[in-house]
């Protein structure tokens, strides 16, 4: 069974940037849809962003314009790239699939936390 180790979280002003990735231990070419999702404390996790095999992108509307994510099948990783965050974005971000999640691919996350 394929699994994600996600990394390149930090802590980071608001305004700024980071680049995620996520490693996946299998080939991802075969899986379609692959997501970011995130969860903040207190809160349920949810969809940040999709992308297909093909390259085709989906975006929540609260980081639309400010992320965006990418994939690479012969590698199999997939990335976030985020601009001007907000401290609304702090949460620990993840990688699985998309829409119905691997439950014992989720990873450790990585922790994103936007604080002046």
């Known amino acids: 069974q394929v699994q994600f180790v996600e990394s390149g979280g930090g802590l980071v002003q608001p305004g700024g940037s980071l680049t995620l990735s996520c490693a996946a231990s299998g080939r991802i070419s075969s899986i379609n849809l692959m997501g970011w999702y995130r969860q903040a404390p207190g809160k349920q996790r949810e969809l940040v962003a999709r992308?297909?095999?093909?390259?085709?992108?989906n975006y929540a509307d609260f980081v639309k314009g400010r992320f965006t994510i990418s994939r690479d099948n012969a590698k199999n990783t997939v990335h976030l790239q985020m601009n001007s965050l907000n401290p609304e974005d702090t949460a620990v971000y993840y990688c699985?699939?998309?829409?119905?999640?691997?439950?014992?691919?989720w990873g450790q996350g990585t922790q994103v936390t936007v604080s002046s």
């Open positions: 992308i297909s095999k093909g390259g085709s992108t």
């Open positions: 699985n699939v998309f829409p119905r999640p691997v439950t014992g691919a």
